[in-house]
């Protein structure tokens, strides 16, 4: 963010010179945003991130396995794969069970070379082709044992769509046991869409699973690690925590199908696999390659909570699959082992190393512990199901880990019948967060920006845990990611933030889309296989993050206007000794704002404004135009007491103004 505009940003009691600018505004009409410096209120609600492995989330965007159905477990176990049959070579590929690499990966690929020829072998097609950058390195690697004495040679290379190579290299498979082989290859140019040929090159058979190609280029480097550009834009978020890992995708279509952590820890051919729950959530967006490999499994989750500064926030099955699906349930005296779960994964994240789960995590390459304090039971359930749940699991917890905080659900939408059931049983059974979820309209979003204004407090916090403004309707493919989405978010977040006492979290949902992938829109940070935008949604998301301040200050807006489009919220930050003002002006008018810092002793005579902003609503930042809708910045120069802003059309604005109060 750059300091851009000469212009003027503020002027003082000179109001008269703002006025005759303003063509045709009185004095009377213009609105005063009065802030009181000197009574600093709660800690800001927490902006974090809410991670689903939705529109190709995980496989085939954060964690970049190029290979997909590297492991043959799909139901169709050679999808993603076709045979190469080259001049004068014969042979036949087979999915086999018997003597597997274990019991949690029990299929493997069985090549029987009658003649090598030029070549025979597989070819694999990435997700949506495979991405290689010019010059990058990909690590090749294999599970494999050779079926007669003699070794085998492999060749592999990656080829553009048009056949042409970008890179080869080669191993020899010398065991009879599994074991692993690998090689390297670098890649001769970039090209988005390329795929990986495998061809075995001496007859014999040959075993192979695990077919992996990895590239070296992740986010720290880390051998199986992830997309280094895709985790950039959460770490420049800040976002004070992530929530992981959904979303329904906690709860399966039928219990057989709910997230399971314990198989997504250790060796990655120990990752069970399983069906994607959006694979055929929504019969017009299919995605019958969509699984998941667990490739990113809770570990990589805690690690990447450490690495971004987020406090973990994983969200359990609680023995309910899906309401919207199924609804199968576990019987109440059946819970134990969802309780268990929940307790093994505290001790996962907090035990010692020495600890049975604490040594799980130890043994993986981290002895500290991740230090959780936040954990959900179950993702976006109801009724009186949930409730007889939640309670057995938060007896004990609460006993076991009162250091804990449990996060419920309050269902899937705002104020309809299931929410007015479960909040009053949440309150009685004195939850600490209630996890609230809401996609709707610009409308809506603009109408309930006072909501929480009027909310009863004293009880139960509130996690907006999912949220975001839908152009046509939920669930429909013709949502967009536009400005006018991410302005009426703005305004919703100012009454969020304004009522940090009672909202102590928020995220915003889903996160990430494949633009060839997706089921779900909008999202928040859209990838192909090389690329990837951030959305103004999510600068919408990043601005409050980053200047969320220490305090919550209390703002009022007097304005004469009869439906709002002025909306505000402030803060104090302590480190900077600053006032932060959010103001969200949602009218196509350039407004011009009295700014009143009520018990502000003395005023610095600098200050900044970042600004994001579009006169035209249907806006959208894209791959090809990711910049058209980016925070500018600009300084401005203070003359107090009295001080007037400019609030550009359609705008958010966060004002920085460095001040002396007189009390914090
Ligand atoms: O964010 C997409 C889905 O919306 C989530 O998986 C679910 O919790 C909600 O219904």
Sequence with gaps: ??????????????????????AGTVLAEIPTLTVQVSQPGAVPTQYGVFFEDINYGADGGLYPERIKNRSFEFPEPLLGWKPIVLKDASGEATVETSDPLNSHNPHYLRVKVAKAGHGYGLSNEGFFGMGFQQGQEYEFSVMARCHDASPMKLVVEAVRPNGDRLAISGLTVSAPGWKRYACTLRSASTDPKARLNLLVASPGAVDLDMVSLFPHNTWKNRPNGLRPDLVKWLAEM??????FPGGCIVEGRDLSKRYQWKNTIGSLD????????????????????????????????????????????PILNCGMACQFNTGELVPLNELDPFIQDALDLIEFANGP?????????AAMGHPAPFNMRLLGIG?????????????RFAKVLKARHPEIQL?????????DDLYQFLWPKLRELKADIVDEHIYASPDYFYKNAFRYDRYQRGGPKVFMGEYAVQSVKVASPDNRN?????????AFMTGLERNSDVVAMASYAPLFAHVEGWQWTPDLIWMDNLRSFATPNYYVQQLFSLHRGTRVLPVKVNSEETSPTLYASAAWDDMAREVIVKCVNASPNLRVVRLDLAGARKLASEGRAIVLASGNLKAENSLDQPTRIV???KAFTLRPPELAINLEPYSLTVLRVPVRPRQP
């Design 270 to 313: 120990q990752r069970r696999l399983i069906i994607n729950r959006w694979n055929d959530e929504f019969k017009h967006r299919p995605a019958p390659d969509y699984f998941q490999s667990f490739g990113l499994g809770f570990y990589e989750y805690f690690q990447l909570c450490e690495d971004i500064g987020a406090a973990p926030l």
């Design 1 to 22: 963010m750059k300091t851009q505009s000469p212009l003027a940003f503020w002027t003082r009691s000179t109001i008269g010179a703002w006025l005759a600018l303003a």
């Design 353 to 361: 190393a020495s600890s049975p789960w604490g040594s799980r995590r």
């Design 407 to 415: 996060v419920s659900s309050a269902g899937p939408r705002l104020d």
């Design 238 to 243: 800040k976002p004070a925590f992530l929530r």
């Design 379 to 391: 993702n976006e359930q109801w009724g009186p199901q949930y409730i007889d749940r939640y309670e």
């Design 482 to 490: 536009n400005w006018e989405c991410a302005l009426a978010e703005a």
């Design 631 to 633: 925070p500018r910045e």
